[in-house]
């Protein structure tokens, strides 16, 4: 494997840059607090889970190759981000959220639900972009010896890059969780709440124009 070190200064990069995964992340924190960031992320990190494995069996090399496969994940992935940011802009603001109010038991079932809309989202964020799959493609390659085994070397990196990522992001969801008191305001929850749905409509746009 050629320069490890790299490769994880390299995934780190990728993963802070601000994209849809980062939007969604900061939309589910600064709403429902620590877990729903926390159960983002770890939908996120499952959607990587499955381009690595695309990656590692040459799944994402058909993709990139297919018109036809890659433009059917790419516009399935574009109005997924539509429809997110669509319903954020369109949604009733709710009263103040208290900062423990995700910890409170006896809104643990409802709670339990919203969280797991949380992770769908950030599963189908990540595992709807077609970019996701073509950058474990161009990228994991770089770091591989020819003259040892090349599956096992994707593999490494592909989780190695899955768990710089889902670090990251639960990073952002403690980090985000302290601001949250601001929401308790309403003027700026709705301003949030309606920029936040643009980005990501601004996000579903580009990537439907994103070209092969």
């Not at 780190?12 to 709403?31: E, Q, R, S, Y």
Request: glycine fraction near 8%; hydrophobic fraction near 55%.
């Amino acid at each position: 494997m050629h320069s490890y070190n790299l490769f994880v200064l390299t995934a780190l990069a990728a993963a802070i840059l601000p994209g849809a995964d980062f939007a969604m992340v900061t939309k589910n924190t600064l709403a429902l607090g620590r877990k729903g960031g926390q159960a983002t992320a770890l939908g996120i990190a499952s959607g990587l889970m499955v381009h690595t494995t695309a990656a590692v069996l040459g799944l994402s090399v058909i993709i990139a190759k297919s018109a036809f496969l890659f433009g059917l994940v790419k516009y399935a992935g574009a109005a997924y981000l539509f429809y997110i940011g669509i319903t954020t802009l369109i949604s009733r603001v709710q009263g103040g959220i208290s900062p423990a109010s995700s910890d409170t038991p006896a809104k643990a079932p409802a709670s339990q639900n919203t969280f797991k809309n949380c992770f769908a989202q950030g599963a189908l964020t990540n595992t709807l972009n077609p970019k996701a799959a073509i950058f474990y493609m161009t990228l994991l390659p770089q770091f591989v010896d020819p003259t040892k085994d090349a599956y096992l070397q994707l593999a490494i990196l592909g989780l190695t890059s899955v768990i710089i990522v889902l670090i990251w992001f639960l990073f952002l969801a403690g980090a985000l969780d302290y601001i949250r008191v601001w929401f308790n305001k309403p003027m700026f929850r709705s301003v949030f709440q309606r920029l936040t749905g643009l980005v990501l409509i601004s996000f579903g746009m580009k990537l439907a124009l994103e070209k092969q």
